[in-house]
């Protein structure tokens, strides 16, 4: 008889043990189950981020990329600008040097409406940021060194952008 209570006891601690194993059992599988949905989540919040970042990147680069396309056609036009300016100090007709200086007017308007600054440094001190020594002439009585004597070519810029650089003439 005692063999069949200790029998009967032992049965009743198996079946206890059965509901706690599943029990367990699914609980591990829910744990495991919000680690992963966790894991996910925060791979999600790393994939958007990366996204935003290339979205802003990209749109960053094409903006880049037009304003230099623009500054490449402004650019083209300079050349037009100085013949202009040839033409008008070599025209000797009066009416033909009203022409003229009127094209070159709207020539600096459409220019002044992109924001292109001319640099013309006559007199200034010599700046390589801005400028490009083509020749060197001794300095006269009174002149110091360094000091643009001559302008060659104007230079025009953009904001703190050079689009084309000063041809000038030092004082040595």
């Known amino acids: 008889m005692q063999e069949d209570v200790k029998q009967e006891e032992m049965k009743e601690e198996i079946k206890q ?3 706690k194993k599943k029990l ?20 999600w919040y790393a994939v958007t981020a990366e996204y935003e970042n290339y979205r802003r990147r990209t749109q ?16 083209a ?10 033409a008008l100090s070599a025209c000797a007709d009066e009416s033909t ?10 020539f600096k308007k459409v220019l002044e409406g992109e924001g292109v600054e001319e640099i ?12 490009e020594a ?11 060194s360094g000091v ?8 025009y810029k953009k904001g703190d952008k050079v689009l084309r650089y000063a041809q000038v003439i030092v004082t040595q």
């Open 17 to 19: 043990e059965k509901p």
């Open 24 to 43: 367990n059992k699914k609980q591990e599988e829910l744990e495991k189950a919000l680690l992963e949905a966790e894991e996910n989540k925060r791979k």
């Open 60 to 75: 960053n680069q094409s903006a880049q990329r037009y304003q230099e396309g623009r500054n490449d056609v402004v650019s």
């Open 77 to 86: 036009l300079f050349p037009i600008g100085d013949n202009l300016e040839r």
């Open 97 to 106: 040097k009203q022409g003229l200086d009127m094209v070159l007017k709207s």
């Open 120 to 131: 013309n440094p006559l007199g200034e001190t010599f700046n390589a940021d801005t400028m």
């Open 134 to 144: 083509i020749m060197a002439m001794p300095a006269g009585e009174g002149e110091e």
């Open 148 to 155: 643009v004597k001559q302008v060659y070519v104007k230079g």
